[in-house]
Every structure is written in structure tokens, then in C-alpha cells.
Nanobody, 117 residues
């Protein structure tokens, strides 16, 4: 079991930046990958970015060049730096973690990001 706690969401104007944090209750070396997903009202949850245990990254086309996922192993935390935010980035952002050799996904409670035009 792991507890994931997201923080850093808020209200920002278009073109602004936010940094989201996802703090895990145990070592993130326990996970094959961690990721950020988002869900806007009326939409399905969609992938934003993932990061592997060795730092390999994957991004949705809609955020490439604007968002950066990173990890701090010492702090058991994964970050999502979001720049050049657009109103269409408005959503609840949640992080997840996939333990090694399982199909289990643990989820945080989510943090709201609202981008005003």
C-alpha cells in the first residue's frame, strides 16, 4: 500500500506556470513508473506524463514542450512543472504509481488546476 498526496494546484492566468508535487508515503524506487493524469468535467481521464524508475519520460502530445515531469528520489516525490498554461489545461490532476511486477495502480486524491483566459 502507498499513500500519494498531490499539491500545488490552483488558479492561474493563461500563460502562467504551476508546479505540482506528488509525495509518496514510501520509496519511489518501489515503483516501475509514476505518472500524472488529468480529468476535466465531462471528459475521460487522460495521460499527461509518466516517468520511469530510471528517469525515462513520456508526454501527451498536448503538453509536449510545455510540461516537464521529474522525480526527487530522496524526497519520494514526483513533480510536474507546467508552463505556458492554457485554459484547456483546466482539470483535476492526479498522480499514480505502479509497483514493480504488478498491474496495480495507486492513485492520489487529485489537485485542481484552473487556467483563466
Amino acid at each position: 500500500q502507498v499513500h500519494l498526496v498531490e499539491s500545488g494546484g490552483g488558479l492561474v492566468q493563461a500563460g502562467g506556470s504551476l508546479r505540482l508535487s506528488c509525495a509518496a508515503s514510501r520509496s519511489i524506487f518501489d515503483f516501475n513508473s509514476m505518472g500524472w493524469y488529468r480529468q476535466a468535467p465531462g471528459n475521460q481521464r487522460e495521460l499527461v506524463a509518466t516517468i520511469g524508475s530510471r528517469g525515462s519520460t513520456n508526454y501527451a502530445d498536448s503538453v509536449k514542450g510545455r510540461f516537464t515531469i521529474s522525480r526527487d528520489n530522496a524526497k519520494n516525490t514526483v513533480y510536474l512543472q507546467m508552463n505556458a498554461l492554457k485554459p484547456e489545461d483546466t482539470a483535476v490532476y492526479s498522480c499514480n504509481a505502479n509497483p514493480w511486477r504488478t498491474t496495480t495502480l495507486y492513485w492520489g486524491q487529485g489537485t485542481q488546476v484552473t487556467v483563466s483566459s
